[in-house]
């Protein structure tokens, strides 16, 4: 297998730009996490789903943010207008199950300038 | 889920063991400790995981107390390239339910590995 594959591994736009990230999990896991690294607050668990179900999205920041996942081998997060504070690098998890271990991305590197 | 407590910060000479602590006193019955590791610029790793017995696999050692309220992740003979941040992080769970709970990064340890 692959390995949890993001895309694109980087990304600039403009302020007020819509931004995209994907992400396609490991075959066969059924969990799958988004979180957000800054240096000034770390990794930040941002939403997970268990079977293309959000369970907690706690960790959106605001209404800009929303995620999707319409099926088992695909998830967007969607950022809609971006912002600078938004830059950071996001990286995409998934995990078969509880019990198991995550596997985590490469990450997508976001600058809104 | 528990919260943990780990040192910002650690060195270890290479071909040493990299013992590292972590506290994870309000840990309840059904929550397991996992380590995972950041090498710079890339995405988390996992190392290892246990619920109450000490753990061992091709990267580490985990070492958890009696009471459950600390663990120890052990890297027997550290290289250069363990050089990272590492992360005890307390995780609810039973076994291949099929579903995940929340899994939430700390602060973690800064580890480096010097010659």
């Known amino acids: 297998d692959a390995g949890v594959i993001q895309s694109p591994r980087h990304e600039v736009t403009e302020m007020g730009q819509e931004v995209t990230l994907r992400c396609k999990p490991i075959?066969?896991?059924?969990?799958l996490f988004w979180y957000r690294q800054t240096m000034m607050r770390g990794l930040e668990l941002l939403i997970y789903?268990?079977?293309?179900?959000?369970?907690?999205d706690s960790g959106m920041p605001e209404d800009r943010f929303s995620a999707k996942m319409p099926n088992a081998s695909f998830s967007t997060l969607k950022i809609q207008p971006s912002e600078p504070r938004d830059s950071a690098v996001y990286f995409c998890?998934?995990?078969?199950?509880?019990?198991?271990?995550?596997?985590f991305g490469q990450g997508t590197r976001l600058t809104v300038v | 889920d528990a919260k943990t407590t780990q040192p910002t910060s650690m060195d270890c000479a290479e071909g040493r063991a990299a013992n590292l602590p972590c506290n994870h006193s309000?840990?309840?019955?059904?929550?397991?400790v996992y380590w995972y590791r950041q090498i710079h610029s890339q995405g988390p790793q996992y190392i290892i995981h246990?619920?109450?017995n000490n753990e061992t696999n091709e990267m580490a050692s985990l070492i958890i107390t009696e009471d459950r309220k600390s663990s120890t992740l052990i890297l027997p003979h550290a290289t250069l390239r363990d050089t990272a941040v590492y992360y005890c992080?307390?995780?609810?769970?039973?076994?291949?339910?099929?579903?995940?709970?929340?899994?939430?990064f700390g602060t973690g340890t800064r580890l480096q590995v010097t010659l």
């Open positions: 998890a998934s995990e078969r199950g509880q019990g198991t271990e995550a596997f």
């Open positions: 075959s066969g896991h059924n969990s």
């Open positions: 789903f268990n079977n293309n179900v959000p369970i907690d």
């Open positions: 309000t840990i309840s019955g059904n929550e397991y």
């Open positions: 246990g619920l109450k």
């Open positions: 992080i307390v995780k609810r769970g039973r076994r291949n339910t099929g579903t995940a709970s929340k899994l939430t």
